[in-house]
């Protein structure tokens, strides 16, 4: 694994840019693996930037997101595919017929997911995967088990992760209770796999999810036996390593 130390976040968010804004120039149809939360959005802000500028082209992009809350349609500002749109879809000159996330309006789970694995599938996987990391070590939607699951999945989200993600939603209430989530063995299959980490809070999860033992009870430690990972993490999120 490759640590990339910043500064900060906006230092982090411009490093984690330039990765992606390097995989893009190498390959511009390859296939994007992208990431919700807060951590990402100063990187996608840099990389709507370089768009607008005409330094990158998202033309033959095709993307593929982890994962989306189950109950939420798209037009839901809360629901994933929003935060896209408004993040980084509805900003860049990206062809949305290729930009793919579950479909949060499908009841039937197993439909859901089965369609999911088929689009990631027919895409040929992400050539890069970018990744936040939860408090508990969840990467996408995989949240502590007993196992690691390997394709896309329905999970019950835990008490944390709702707290967490209550800040965006009017009451806890609001909140879904379950999300539809792309599995370890599809993340692991990424040729390459980009964490971005900002902030102290996420120190001790960082130093057990890439220094502790490998375990489902901290989902994120599967990416230590990933051959191509880079971290980039700010000085806060490094400062227990
Ligand atoms: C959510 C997302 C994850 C994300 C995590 C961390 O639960 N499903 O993909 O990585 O939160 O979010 P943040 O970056 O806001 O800390």
């Given amino acids: 694994m490759q640590i990339i ?17 390097a995989q893009i120039l190498m390959k511009p149809d390859c296939v994007l ?20 500028k005409g330094d990158l082209d998202f033309s033959k992009i095709t993307t593929v ?7 939420l349609d798209r037009d839901n500002e809360q629901s994933y595919y929003y935060f896209m749109n408004q993040n980084l879809f509805g900003k860049v000159n990206i062809d949305l017929s290729r930009t793919f996330l579950p479909d949060g309006t499908e009841s039937d789970s197993d439909k859901a997911c089965r369609d999911y694995d ?3 599938e027919e895409a040929g996987g992400a050539d890069l995967q970018l990744l936040g990391l939860g408090h508990n070590g969840h990467i996408g939607f995989n949240e502590p088990g007993d196992e690691f699951v390997a394709k896309t999945h329905c999970v019950d989200l835990t008490e944390s992760t709702i707290k967490a993600n209550q800040r965006f939603f009017a009451s806890i209430d609001e909140v879904p209770k379950q999300a539809y989530t792309m599995g370890i063995q599809t993340i692991m299959q990424a040729k390459k796999i980009l964490v971005v980490v900002s902030g102290a809070d996420k120190a001790a999860i960082v130093k057990e999810a ?9 989902q994120a430690s599967v990416l230590q036996l990933h051959r191509d990972v880079i971290l980039v993490a700010d000085e806060a999120a490094l400062s227990e390593i």
């Fill in 118 to 120: 088929k689009i990631i």
């Fill in 210 to 218: 890439f220094f502790g033992r490998i375990t489902p009870k901290v």
């Fill in 5 to 21: 130390r910043a500064k900060d976040y906006e230092d982090m968010s411009r490093k984690a840019a330039n990765i992606i804004s």
């Fill in 33 to 52: 693996g992208l990431a919700t939360g807060s951590t990402p959005i100063g990187a996608y802000a840099q990389l709507v930037k370089r768009c607008q």
């Fill in 65 to 71: 997101n982890l994962d989306e809350y189950k109950g």
